[in-house]
């Protein structure tokens, strides 16, 4: 929609996102490192990477992995600083945070509708 790429590391609900210590669980671990050497590998192949993927550029990298709703006080701040350390390129999220943003996404066209828009028919019009 935006000309943006984001790699999607997809692991089971049931795993956990975080230790009970409030560090990133092995397999959310191993999941950040596979979407991380995807990203590493679409950068350093731009040529190849480009015509696999038209306009590749720097992709973002989203983990989704467990629940969000699992996670206590402690483990959830945790989470939020693991997110805001890595300044945008990579996010790590549960099921529930998808099913929210889905959610999310259906009351917005119920309530206000999809009009597609060009940026040069939205100038057009101002």
Not at 46 to 62: D, E, N, Q, T, V
Not at 72 to 82: G, I, N, T
Not at 87 to 114: H, P, S, Y
Request: with cysteine; glycine share 6%.
């Amino acid at each position: 929609m935006d000309n943006n790429y984001t790699v999607v590391e997809i692991e089971q609900a049931d795993f956990s996102i975080m230790t009970k210590a409030g560090e990133l669980s092995a397999k959310t671990t191993h999941a950040k490192r596979q979407a991380l050497d995807f990203r590493d590998w679409a950068i350093n192949n731009g040529l190849y990477a480009s015509r696999k993927f038209p306009g590749i550029y720097r992709p973002y990298c989203l983990v989704v992995i467990g629940r969000e709703n699992e996670l206590d006080e402690m483990q959830s701040q945790r989470l939020m600083q693991e997110n805001e350390s890595t300044q945008g390129v990579l996010k790590i999220v549960g099921f529930d945070w998808l099913l929210k943003r889905a959610q999310q996404t259906l009351d917005n066209l119920i309530n206000f509708g999809f009009n597609r828009h060009t940026f040069t028919e939205t100038v057009k019009d101002v």
